[in-house]
């Protein structure tokens, strides 16, 4: 089945800095890509995703690029504000099937 | 739109009681629903796939008598933890498949169950 690993599990970086974060996975048939921002005892939020037709999506400060060939795929945000503080989930799934979550990274912004 | 509720939003329970969890698609049908589990500091663990109308379909390792899971409608998918034990305390939540092509899942904003 698939596996999904993500790195790093904690990131600290500079107000305004730029923060990357990366996952990279198993399954071939995988061809969604979402990413999702969690806060404290709230549900998963839907931040950008990306399907395995393009290579690169962006909204905003948020972005996302895809590499199949080598089966990673990361997130950029950049300008970071205090706001962006949170744990942050990638996950892959195939075509209408289960999404199988990266281990999660804890973004924290300092002032 | 695509809006999916959870309730109740906390409970507490005493070990060896059964716990009913109820996700929701408010505005939209969902064929499949997903039971996913969060324990405290750890990622999303799929625990079981459900369809409409059919058995669920669980993920290695989680004892399809202890979690029921049932999907009478398009729009309500449940969760009983049955003979719930300590251990069992963690955060539930659903997430609902709206299908017609679209890959995204909507997540309900999750169950806090403490077994004492």
């Known amino acids: 089945g698939e596996n999904v690993e993500q790195h790093p599990s904690t990131l600290s970086v500079q107000e305004g800095d730029s923060a990357v974060i990366k996952c990279t996975y198993s399954?071939?048939?995988?061809?969604?890509f979402p990413w999702y921002k969690q806060e404290l005892g709230k549900r998963p939020q839907l931040i950008i995703d990306i399907r395995s037709n393009v290579g690169e999506k962006k909204d905003q400060r948020i972005a996302v690029t895809l590499n199949k060939t080598a089966k990673h795929f990361s997130l950029h945000i950049t300008e970071t504000q205090p706001e962006d503080s949170a744990v942050y989930f990638c996950?892959?799934?195939?075509?209408?099937?289960?999404?199988?979550f990266g281990q999660g990274t804890r973004l924290t912004i300092n002032p | 739109g695509a809006v999916v509720s959870q309730h109740p939003s906390r409970v507490i329970c005493k070990s060896g009681t059964s716990v009913k969890i109820e996700c929701r698609s408010l505005d939209f049908q969902a064929t499949t629903m997903f039971w996913y589990r969060q324990f405290p500091k750890q990622s999303l663990m799929l625990m079981a796939t459900?369809?409409?109308?059919?058995?669920?379909?669980?993920e290695q390792g989680v004892e399809k008598d202890k979690f029921l899971i049932n999907h009478a409608s398009l729009t309500l998918s449940t969760l009983t933890v049955t003979s719930a034990h300590p251990e069992d305390s963690s955060f539930y939540i659903c997430?609902?498949?709206?299908?017609?092509?679209?890959?995204?899942?909507?997540f309900g904003p999750g169950t806090r169950l403490t077994v004492l």
């Open positions: 399954d071939s048939a995988s061809n969604y």
């Open positions: 997430s609902a498949d709206p299908g017609q092509g679209l890959d995204e899942q909507f």
């Open positions: 996950a892959a799934s195939a075509r209408a099937q289960k999404l199988v």
């Open positions: 459900s369809n409409e109308g059919s058995k669920a379909t669980y």
